[in-house]
């Protein structure tokens, strides 16, 4: 188990970063939303003990790859939400869940 889990999802799918955050706040999970304010990635508060869990679909937020970078060199768990196995996030995450997006 993780001590913090640490959540990005920049650009269009911060409403789904914020929203996993309000869960985990609501299960007393301790938690970090990263929402890049002031251009801020906070990768100094990823600490061993910790987890990612990141957010991203294409075209693939830079500041999302960024902290999945930062967090797999720290040697931290990622979980990633992603559209295609094959994604940029998917290849730094050990685990992925795939939810393929629909055009309209």
Not at 62 to 80: F, H, N
């Amino acid at each position: 188990m993780s001590r913090t889990i640490h959540i990005i999802g920049a650009r269009r799918a911060f409403p789904v970063a914020a929203y996993l955050a309000y869960v985990f706040e609501k299960m007393s999970v301790p938690s970090v939303l990263h929402d890049g304010v002031g251009r801020l990635d906070h990768r100094g508060a990823l600490r061993r003990g910790d987890a990612l869990l990141a957010i991203s679909f294409a075209p693939y937020a830079p500041e999302t790859l960024a902290l999945a970078e930062a967090a797999k060199e720290a040697g931290l768990p990622i979980a990633a939400i992603t559209d295609h196995a094959t994604s940029p996030l998917a290849r730094l995450a050990s685990d992925v869940l795939c939810v393929p997006e629909v055009d309209f």
